[in-house]
């Protein structure tokens, strides 16, 4: 299907927010399931540049770029071009906030101020507490529950370490 470039805007803009609830089931169902093998680099002390679960950044770029593609080159319809666009989009965002200002992978000196970036730095951090594949809370990248929120499901989740000070942390954090 073709669109105008209005409709375009409105689809990119769309598939941005459709991908944060996509990435927070990718995250929670896939990337703490079955794909563990892959993810859990991420929650450990990475040894170099990459980690193993940069993949998933590769298997993301690849779907953009095939619906890029489809839609220019097969001409299937602008439509999968601006999918792909949003796609890419969310996946700047991403790598600008996640791996950027709360991993620390390019050095910076942004500190997170607003109550937003504050917060969700706090929740994943909070999802960090956890070594495990279970037990972890905040699958989301760009939008995080409330932390006290957070800070009572980690109280209540089995396999949580009693000596883990982070939920105790997160909260005096948020006061």
């Given at each position: 299907m073709?669109?105008?470039?209005?409709q375009?805007?409105a689809?990119a803009l769309a598939t941005?927010a459709?991908?944060?609830?996509?990435?927070y089931a990718?995250?929670?169902?896939i990337?703490?399931g079955?794909m563990?093998?892959?993810?859990a680099?991420h929650?450990?002390?990475?040894?170099g540049?990459?980690?193993?679960?940069?993949?998933f950044a590769v298997?993301?770029?690849?779907?953009?770029?095939?619906?890029?593609f489809?839609?220019?080159?097969?001409?299937l319809?602008?439509?999968?071009?601006?999918?792909g666009?949003?796609?890419v989009v969310y996946g700047?965002?991403y790598?600008?906030f996640?791996?950027?200002?709360?991993?620390?992978?390019?050095?910076?000196g942004?500190?997170?101020?607003?109550?937003?970036?504050?917060?969700i730095?706090?929740?994943?951090r909070?999802?960090h507490?956890?070594?495990?594949k279970?037990?972890?809370?905040s699958f989301?990248f760009l939008?995080a529950?409330p932390i006290?929120?957070?800070?009572?499901?980690?109280k209540?989740?089995?396999g949580l370490?009693a000596?883990?000070?982070?939920?105790?942390?997160?909260?005096?954090e948020?006061?």
């Amino acid at each position: 299907m073709d669109v105008t470039i209005p409709q375009g805007i409105a689809i990119a803009l769309a598939t941005v927010a459709c991908m944060e609830a996509f990435a927070y089931a990718a995250h929670r169902w896939i990337m703490h399931g079955f794909m563990w093998v892959w993810h859990a680099s991420h929650h450990r002390e990475r040894h170099g540049w990459f980690e193993r679960n940069d993949l998933f950044a590769v298997v993301f770029a690849a779907v953009s770029c095939a619906l890029i593609f489809a839609g220019t080159q097969l001409h299937l319809g602008s439509a999968l071009t601006w999918v792909g666009g949003g796609v890419v989009v969310y996946g700047m965002m991403y790598f600008a906030f996640h791996d950027v200002i709360v991993h620390r992978r390019v050095a910076h000196g942004v500190v997170p101020r607003s109550r937003y970036f504050r917060r969700i730095v706090q929740a994943h951090r909070l999802h960090h507490a956890v070594g495990t594949k279970g037990g972890t809370v905040s699958f989301g990248f760009l939008y995080a529950p409330p932390i006290p929120t957070l800070v009572a499901a980690m109280k209540r989740a089995p396999g949580l370490r009693a000596s883990s000070t982070a939920p105790r942390a997160a909260e005096a954090e948020a006061r």
